[in-house]
């Protein structure tokens, strides 16, 4: 039997490498998976990739929309009857560069993906599993969200709203059994990262990630494996006294 036989999951940013590789994960453990994602094309090609692991139903949604957020909500208690597990993944990065030069226009798109869009997620999805008595979230933070970090403060701030939201959440949400965790991934190899090495050092961001790799105790970035293993965890009832709790996946660089 799987981890999350009978289940049913949805994750955001499900189109991306850590939702795309937690998908397939929770799919060969045996949920039925709802991939929600801002871009269409995205989401059928990653439905294509997995459909052979078990059933993918897919809702393109903005998720600082609240409407939308309330669409992907409908839609999958209106397939499924249900939500077992809801991965509150989606973000982005922003721009790279120093306080002093960041835009209000590219700080309110950031903390509306990073922080309004988890804030709607567990608004919404919180009201089906507080009616149901039972759930597990697992909202995406970051090292970003435990510390501070030079020239991507907009990332830093919507990470750290992350852990007074999953906290906040967890206390109002314990009473019917619904748990609420967050996870702290280091550099992980996928997209968003590529991007940040760029605007680190546009001339050069090879030599970046090669830094950075260098920084961690275990000397390497993670992979989308290495943070989806730890969300199938807190996905499944192997974490069932765990709540309200932050978790690094981060190659050591907690422990500096």
């Not at 189109?15 to 709802?34: P, W």
């Not at 967050?182 to 090669?210: Q, W």
Request: glycine share 10%; aromatic share 6%.
């Amino acid at each position: 039997m799987g981890k999350l036989d009978g289940k049913v999951a949805v994750i955001t940013g499900g189109a991306g490498g850590i939702g795309k590789e937690t998908a397939a994960l929770f799919l060969k453990e045996g949920a039925r998976v709802v991939l929600v994602d801002l871009f269409e094309d995205s989401l059928q090609k990653t439905k294509t990739e997995l459909h052979t692991y078990g059933e993918v139903l897919t809702v393109q949604a903005d998720v600082s929309k609240e409407a939308d957020v309330k669409n992907y909500v409908k839609t999958t208690v209106d397939h499924f009857g249900k939500i077992d597990v809801f991965f509150n993944n989606a973000g982005i990065e922003g721009k790279v560069a120093p306080i002093v030069e960041q835009t209000v226009e590219d700080f309110d798109k950031v903390i509306a993906v990073n922080v309004r869009g988890v804030f709607l997620g567990l608004k919404h999805v919180l009201n089906v599993m507080n009616s149901q008595g039972y759930g597990s979230i697992i909202n995406t933070s970051s090292v970003a969200g435990l510390h501070g970090s030079e020239g991507v403060s907009p990332y830093v701030a919507s990470k750290h709203a992350v852990v007074g939201l999953t906290k906040s959440a967890a206390l109002e949400a314990a009473h019917a059994n619904v748990r609420v965790n967050s996870i702290h991934p280091s550099p992980v190899n996928t997209r968003m990262m590529r991007s940040l090495e760029a605007g680190f050092n546009p001339e050069d961001a090879e030599a970046v990630k090669e830094e950075l790799a260098k920084s961690l105790p275990l000397g390497r970035y993670g992979e989308p494996s290495d943070i989806a293993k730890l969300v199938l965890f807190l996905a499944s009832d192997d974490s069932e006294f765990i709540t309200g709790a932050q978790y690094r996946v981060d190659g050591g660089q907690g422990a500096k």
